[in-house]
């Protein structure tokens, strides 16, 4: 008699869009570096349909990746969450552990690590473009870098809101502006983007901002969005967002493997090595 065959661990990004997702590749790479015979998928998802098929799920599901409009949806779905998706109101992983429902924010982390490896770990004044949850993410990372003060851009007067509560929270000064306002910024040494790629925002940025600071977009497909570009042509600095979803996936792999972001990997410098090569 042939005996019924296990089913192999199964984790997915969710989102929409999510056809151009690069999480598939960064997480299958990790796991085959790892050993680890895990299949990672990329499903279309919308809040909708967010509880139903997580209710749907059976044990053979360890984790869940979640992007736009994703983040915000899935907390009330959750048995805890870390204390930075707490913050941030924001959690963009989920871990099936002990019949629970375990979520997180790897985002901030991911920021950072980018930011750092760019030879930003310092900012003081800083500028958000967006009002969404990777806006809450970015808002907690230069707070964690530092800053003293951030300006949120978004296009509808009151957008912020959420985001003005949060600097509270965070001990930093948040104020409100139209996206017409970046033409006139001058002395943030950091501005991150969280609009989606492609997105043409009408207004080039200030030509002082563009070549005295740092842009983080945490956009990646299509590359390079039209702010990108501009900052670029000015020969400012850019940071592309495949850097801040590359070091959020490795503290993804992290939860995923020891149910702990903060516990290394085994090799972890070869495996960000291998999922660094598949972007």
């Known amino acids: 008699m042939t005996r019924p065959t296990a089913s192999p661990t199964q984790l997915a990004v969710l989102g929409s869009p999510i056809a151009h997702s690069k999480s598939p590749a960064l997480h ?38 979640l992007t736009m409009p994703l983040k915000q949806d899935v907390l009330p779905l959750l048995d805890d969450v870390d204390e930075t998706a707490v913050l941030t109101g924001a959690a963009n992983t989920v871990l099936f552990e002990d019949g629970r429902r375990h979520g997180f924010n790897t985002d901030v982390a991911g920021i950072v690590r980018a930011l750092g490896e760019a030879g930003v770990s310092t900012v003081d004044r ?23 003060h951030a300006q949120v851009l978004v296009r509808r007067p009151g957008a912020a809101s959420d985001l003005l509560e949060l600097g509270g929270r965070l001990g930093l000064r948040v104020d409100e502006g139209r996206i017409e306002e970046l033409a006139h910024v001058r002395d943030a ?21 563009m070549q005295g600071g740092v842009l983080l977009d945490v ?4 590359w390079p969005s039209p702010l990108a570009a501009s900052w670029i042509a000015a020969g400012g600095t850019v940071v592309p967002g495949l850097g801040m979803l590359l070091h ?12 702990d972001p903060l516990v290394p990997l085994r090799d972890e410098d070869a495996v960000l090595s291998v999922m660094r090569e598949t972007l």
């Open 219 to 222: 956009a990646y497909d299509p």
């Open 189 to 209: 040494e950091l501005v991150v983007s969280t609009v989606p790629g492609g997105t043409d925002l009408g207004i080039a940025a200030s030509d002082g901002v």
């Open 248 to 259: 959020q996936a490795l503290i993804q792999v992290r939860i995923f493997v020891h149910g």
């Open 126 to 148: 800083g500028v958000v473009i967006g009002g969404g949850a990777t806006a809450a993410s970015s808002l907690a990372a230069m707070a964690e870098l530092g800053a003293t």
């Open 28 to 65: 299958r790479a990790a796991y085959r570096v790892l050993g680890f015979d895990w299949e990672y998928s990329a499903i279309e998802m919308r809040g909708e349909g967010l509880r139903a098929f997580i209710d749907g799920l059976d044990g053979s599901w360890r984790g869940l990746s």
